[in-house]
């Protein structure tokens, strides 16, 4: 260590997992926020050392093209010097490709206003190991250091993971990680149709932890586990399975079969061998990839050997003629034969100096060759089975065969068991393809790997004799995908290709909605148009994921996880999804694209939280769902928001404006718009209609009056989000006359739209339900709560803000009440989210005081149900009461149960944690 170097450590501040579109990104990534500390000042070409051992441990960083795109653009980078975040991420990367994972793309950027912190994202193919790589590239960079800049912290945050704490090298990193990747990896069969699936643009679900897929979204999912789909039926799979009675089906229908009996002795086995033409072959009644089966047998000794092999696997076993010629599998899907290979059992050639067990240990070095399915070929295993093949030869894993000798390990030429595969899908005979195909139709396969012995498969066995040995029930894809020998063949497509023929469609509307203010509404309006269309919908919001009219989950699901739900579920035709901002900052978004996405506005709320500081910020964080928008797409904004605006370049699709300046008071881009045939709705103000522009025709859709949600066009928000739900349900097709109709039905009752502007009126008074939670929703209430206050009423109003908002928003929504309301009750939460009980009272009070309000009409209640009983019991006939609630369905059952002029039992007494300002 120089001795000007200060002693520092590297830091995990956080962490995230990017599963769809994110602030950074569309690519499913990892972000790692690292505080590098006093190592901010010491770039890699400042440390001792640094640079040449870590291209020691890492060779294959030096194929890492960064920003310069070609192989050694990151050597260069380390060379010139750059920060040690910037590292973490390519050694993320380099150990996860190392174990097997094809990835390549990440970024580090610094965190604005912390000097020294940084975000490294990088990309994963499973979290788990994507996670374990992060660790361990920190690990790595931390043990290269100088030894008093060591120990880095936070770890856990990663992985918690006590075997690997003391891993500090590339090198010892490799077996985790290496069996982290296994784990959570697809098998090839699964893998290749992952990828096939991919390539059409079909959305792919893992279900769980091994291979069981979702295909697609909603009501147009499919479902697959490897090669076997939600059409591979239960009788054809138990036929396939039953071996004796597949093979008297297909002997009815004249598919040559080789001749055979079930036994459940030695004894049987060998009086059944009698019976049949010599040498025979034995194998579990119901057994599959081969274990358990012994070919050529000619001697009881040998039968009674394979029967105990056998019956290890299954109760009953089979007997039956071996039928001449080699090993073939043909693939059925569909009905129709797409690939053909001649199978080699395992076997090692001889080469005059190695024993079978080092010859098998040659083999076994193929990089193709993995454990069980893992990879394309299976590692040979001397064991049992392969044993009794070597002894029917003389031989023993010791012994020396002699050069060029060909030795068996094997009697059946499966892969799973170490078998090769050569393609022969050109080759086959018009007659042999003939035969698979009817067999794999009359037992019911969709997908069937049919077992054909022929001595030439060019020639039909009719005439060379062979015969179909088995048909298989979810048939392995390896030797198609990547034969020994031969043409690779992709058979994941025709099967894909069968669940979703050209024409069909995988996924359903996704219409994805955000904003700060009145998302909720415009989700519950989209939702309801398309039900009056005749569609199944589901919905996320705050409230809770409805499907149909069902509520199924309740709680704030405005959330990923929520979208992710209802896109699971198989009942839904559309998928209308509130997408808000924590969720998105948390793991981005459920879906990779949408059809439709709608940016309502962009106002001030939860700044200062997650790293969004400015309405900039926020803006580019509800950008993401209009980058998120299809090709052959529609982007819904807002005319009238000017940050709104702006994501109209962002978008690949379709723009479509909303603005409540139609007619003379529309702004000249939306003229131009309209003009060249743009997609918009307008609020004519001269009319109060909304008109729709869509092509150069304009179709009039209604007044903003005969919309009941919107309190006869006083509730002027709800104007705007009707709009954005008439473009929304438009862009999908839906009818202008249905659209009409819907909305006409629209209220903003409880039931239909809860806590948003709902009223109540059977107190004499009126009661005025609605969940405004920032300034501009305040402001949007507070115009509405003027318009519909009878003359010489007054306004009461019970409010608050989550204490995690900044002073300035909570001092604001004080001076908001202080211009629009007679008298003001203030209430807080009982966790007020981190602040001190009172504090968000004493801060709204100092706003309204601040405005020139009255200390003699504004109270401090801190608990909602008692301030909520506290504002009911003080209003007049005439008055118009105001609530903004946090528990909506409990306030509102008080609404409802409030009896004028009697006691009503909140609980415990009107907390006053301050007195009624005075002077």
């Known amino acids: 260590m120089t001795q000007d170097m200060p002693g520092g450590s590297l830091s995990v501040v956080e962490r995230a997992i990017y599963r769809g579109p994110h602030?950074?990104?569309?690519?499913?990534?990892?972000?790692?926020?690292?505080?590098?500390?006093?190592?901010?000042?010491?770039?890699?070409?400042?440390?001792?050392?640094?640079?040449?051992?870590?291209?020691?441990?890492?060779?294959?960083?030096?194929?890492?093209?960064?920003?310069?795109?070609?192989?050694?653009?990151?050597?260069?980078?380390?060379?010139?010097?750059?920060?040690?975040?910037?590292?973490?991420?390519?050694?993320?990367?380099?150990?996860?490709?190392?174990?097997?994972?094809?990835?390549?793309?990440?970024?580090?950027?610094?965190?604005?206003?912390?000097?020294?912190?940084?975000?490294?994202?990088?990309?994963?193919?499973d979290e788990i190991a994507g996670l374990l790589a992060g660790r361990l590239a920190i690990q790595i960079v931390d043990a290269l250091l100088p030894v008093d800049l060591r120990g880095a912290r936070g770890l856990g945050r990663l992985v918690s993971d006590g075997v690997v704490e003391g891993v500090r090298t590339a090198e010892a990193a490799g077996g985790p990680l290496r069996q982290a990747v296994r784990r959570g990896s697809f098998g090839p069969s699964t893998a290749a149709l992952v990828a096939a699936a991919r390539r059409r643009r079909i959305p792919v679900t893992r279900l769980n932890e091994q291979s069981l897929l979702q295909l697609g979204w909603g009501a147009n999912q499919r479902r697959i586990r490897a090669s076997v789909t939600d059409r591979t039926g239960l009788i054809a799979t138990e036929l396939a399975g039953d071996k004796s009675?597949?093979?008297?089906?297909?002997?009815?229908?004249?598919?040559?079969?080789?001749?055979?009996?079930?036994?459940?002795?030695?004894?049987?086995?060998?009086?059944?061998?009698g019976g049949l033409t010599l040498p025979v072959v034995l194998k579990p009644l119901d057994g599959n990839h081969g274990r358990g089966v012994t070919t050529e047998l000619t001697d009881e000794a040998g039968v009674r050997a394979a029967f105990d092999l056998a019956v290890q696997h299954s109760a009953r076993v089979i007997v039956e003629e071996h039928l001449p010629g080699r090993d073939h599998r043909v693939?059925?899907?569909a009905g129709k034969v797409v690939a053909v290979a001649e199978r080699v059992p395992a076997h090692v050639a001889g080469d005059g100096r190695r024993t079978v067990a080092e010859l098998v240990d040659q083999v076994n070095l193929d990089p193709r060759r993995g454990e069980g399915h893992e990879k394309v070929l299976t590692r040979i295993r001397l064991d049992e089975g392969a044993l009794a093949i070597l002894a029917q030869q003389g031989l023993t894993p010791n012994s020396v065969p002699e050069a060029g000798l060909f030795v068996p390990l094997r009697g059946a030429a499966n892969l799973s068991t170490g078998g090769t595969a050569v393609d022969r899908t050109d080759d086959i005979h018009p007659d042999n393809a003939s035969i698979a195909r009817r067999a794999a139709l009359t037992l019911g396969l969709d997908v069937a790997g049919v077992d054909l012995l022929a001595p030439d498969i060019t020639r039909s066995i009719r005439e060379t004799g062979g015969g179909i040995v088995e048909v298989n029930a979810a048939p392995g894809l390896r030797m198609h995908l990547e034969p020994s020998a031969g043409q690779a063949r992709d058979v994941a497509e025709p099967i894909i290709r069968s669940l979703y023929p050209a024409g069909s469609r995988a996924r359903i509307p996704v219409l994805a909605i955000t904003g700060t203010n009145g998302k909720s509404t415009t989700g519950r309006m989209v939702a309801h148009i398309l039900k009056a269309d005749g569609r199944v919908v589901g919905l996320t919001n705050t409230s809770g994921v409805y499907i149909g009219d069902e509520r199924i989950h309740a709680g704030d699901a405005s959330g990923p996880k929520s979208a992710r739900m209802v896109l699971r579920d198989p009942t839904v035709e559309a998928a209308v999804l509130e997408c808000a901002r924590g969720g998105v900052l948390r793991e981005g978004l459920a879906f990779d694209r949408c059809d439709v996405g709608a940016v309502l506005n962009v106002q001030a709320d939860h700044l200062g939280l997650g790293g969004i500081d400015t309405l900039q910020d926020l803006a580019r964080v509800k950008a993401i769902v209009a980058r998120t928008v299809s090709r052959r797409g529609v982007c819904v904004l807002n005319a009238d928001d000017p940050l709104t605006r702006r994501m109209a370049r962002l978008t690949k699709g379709r723009i479509a404006w909303f603005s409540m300046m139609g007619g003379r008071e529309s702004p000249g881009f939306l003229r131009s718009h309209v003009e060249e045939g743009g997609l918009a709705c307008v609020h004519d103000a001269a009319t109060g209609a909304l008109l729709l522009h869509d092509g150069g025709e304009t179709t009039r859709l209604c007044d903003a009056a005969d919309i009941p949600a919107t309190l006869g066009g006083a509730a002027r928000f709800n104007v705007a989000n009707a709009m954005a739900a008439v473009l929304m349900t438009h862009a999908i097709g839906v009818a202008p006359e249905t659209i009409r109709f819907a909305l006409a039905s629209f209220a903003s009752t409880f039931e239909q739209n809860p806590g948003r502007l709902n009223i109540h009126d059977a107190h004499g008074f009126r009661v005025v339900l609605d969940y405004a939670h920032n300034p501009d929703g305040l402001r949007a209430l507070a115009r509405t709560a003027r318009a519909i206050t009878p003359p010489g009423g007054r306004r009461i109003a019970m409010l608050s803000i989550p204490g995690d908002r900044?002073?300035?928003?909570?001092?604001?929504?004080?001076?908001?009440?202080?211009?629009?309301?007679?008298?003001?009750?203030?209430?807080e939460t009982p966790?007020?989210?981190?602040?001190?009980?009172?504090?968000?009272?004493?801060?709204?009070?100092?706003?309204?005081?601040?405005?020139?309000?009255?200390?003699?009409?504004?109270?401090?209640?801190?608990?909602?149900?008692?301030?909520?009983?506290?504002?009911?019991?003080?209003?007049?006939?005439?008055?118009?009461?105001?609530?903004?609630?946090?528990?909506?369905?409990?306030?509102?059952?008080?609404?409802?149960?409030?009896?004028?002029?009697?006691?009503?039992?909140?609980?415990?007494?009107?907390?006053?944690?301050?007195?009624?300002?005075?002077?």
């Open 23 to 125: 602030l950074y990104g569309r690519l499913p990534m990892i972000r790692i926020r690292l505080d590098l500390g006093a190592l901010e000042d010491w770039p890699s070409d400042r440390i001792p050392g640094f640079n040449a051992a870590l291209a020691a441990q890492l060779p294959g960083l030096e194929q890492h093209g960064c920003c310069y795109g070609e192989p050694g653009g990151f050597q260069r980078r380390l060379e010139a010097g750059t920060w040690l975040g910037h590292v973490i991420e390519h050694v993320a990367l380099e150990l996860q490709t190392r174990a097997g994972a094809s990835v390549t793309r990440g970024k580090t950027r610094s965190v604005r206003g912390r000097p020294g912190v940084y975000d490294i994202l990088y990309a994963y193919e």
């Open 245 to 273: 009675r597949a093979k008297a089906m297909l002997q009815a229908i004249g598919c040559p079969v080789a001749r055979g009996v079930v036994v459940r002795s030695a004894d049987e086995a060998w009086r059944a061998a």
């Open 331 to 333: 693939l059925v899907v």
């Open 806 to 827: 900044r002073d300035a928003e909570i001092v604001e929504m004080g001076a908001i009440a202080a211009a629009d309301f007679d008298r003001i009750v203030f209430r």
């Open 831 to 919: 966790d007020n989210r981190g602040r001190p009980a009172g504090e968000v009272i004493r801060l709204m009070t100092q706003g309204a005081l601040s405005a020139g309000g009255s200390a003699d009409r504004i109270e401090g209640v801190r608990f909602e149900a008692a301030a909520v009983d506290h504002c009911l019991a003080m209003a007049r006939p005439g008055d118009v009461v105001v609530l903004t609630p946090t528990q909506i369905d409990s306030v509102w059952r008080q609404v409802l149960d409030f009896r004028p002029g009697a006691a009503n039992d909140a609980g415990d007494p009107p907390a006053m944690i301050m007195e009624p300002p005075h002077g």
